[in-house]
């Protein structure tokens, strides 16, 4: 089955400065999805950004960019110009195109220092 | 209404009790999803409906009994709980099998479960 670990607990950022989350995962299948999501402080999960594992490009959505290493199985989250609200929990999760399974990383808690 | 809802957003009930938890989401999704989200544990994964076939975690407790009435709604019974089923309960819907290769899941804002 695959995993996903998160092994930064916590992380903090000072406001405007730029912060890389970490996420590696396991997996024996070439074609999957891989997620971020932040949860603020009101509970609501919202999607971050999005990659395709058979695309080599970098999926970015504004000041948010990944770094996709797939023969690592490493798949980081950068956060530029950080703002005070992007303080949250962040997890990132693996899909399998095969099933309906989204797994889940065990979240990073992202503090923005103004 | 836009998105997913959750209804109740607090619930606290008694190990005796029955109640159950709604979920409606509002995106045209076929597929709806249950999650278990404690303190310091990744995201569980309870339950899915998937264009309208139920696929279960076997490693659910049969006190936690899900409905789906149509691709709409989506609810989850709960009846003698047990402490340790204090958590946060997600619902979350997704498009599957229509050729868009995109998989995200939309999370509603939660109910926070009590059982005293």
């Known amino acids: 089955a695959q995993t996903v670990t998160q092994s930064q607990p916590e992380m903090s950022v000072q406001e405007a400065e730029t912060v890389t989350l970490s996420c590696t995962y396991d997996t024996s299948e070439s074609d999957y999805y891989l997620f971020w999501y932040k949860q603020p402080p009101s509970r609501q999960m919202i999607l971050v950004i999005r990659q395709e594992a058979y695309k080599q490009q970098n999926a970015t959505e504004n000041r948010f960019s990944v770094n996709f290493q797939k023969a690592a199985k490493s798949f980081s989250l950068k956060i530029s110009d950080s703002q005070l609200g992007d303080a949250a929990m962040y997890f990132c999760a693996y899909r399998s195109p095969y099933n309906n399974d989204m797994r889940f990383g065990a979240g990073t808690r992202l503090t923005v220092k103004p | 209404e836009t998105g997913v809802t959750q209804t109740p957003r607090h619930l606290v009930m008694g190990m005796t009790n029955k109640k159950s938890l709604k979920c409606e989401q509002h995106l045209g999704h076929n597929a709806m999803y249950w999650y278990k989200q404690s303190a310091k544990k990744p995201l569980e994964l309870m339950f899915v409906y998937s264009l309208e076939e139920r696929v279960e975690n076997n490693s659910v407790p049969s006190r936690f009994s899900p409905e789906c009435p149509n691709s709409s709604h989506l609810f989850l019974h709960l009846h003698t709980l047990q402490p340790e089923d204090s958590a946060l309960y997600l619902c979350?819907?997704?498009?599957?099998?229509?050729?868009?290769?995109?998989?995200?899941?939309?999370f509603g804002p939660g109910t926070r479960l009590t059982v005293t």
């Open positions: 979350a819907s997704s498009q599957e099998r229509t050729g868009t290769r995109s998989y995200e899941q939309y």
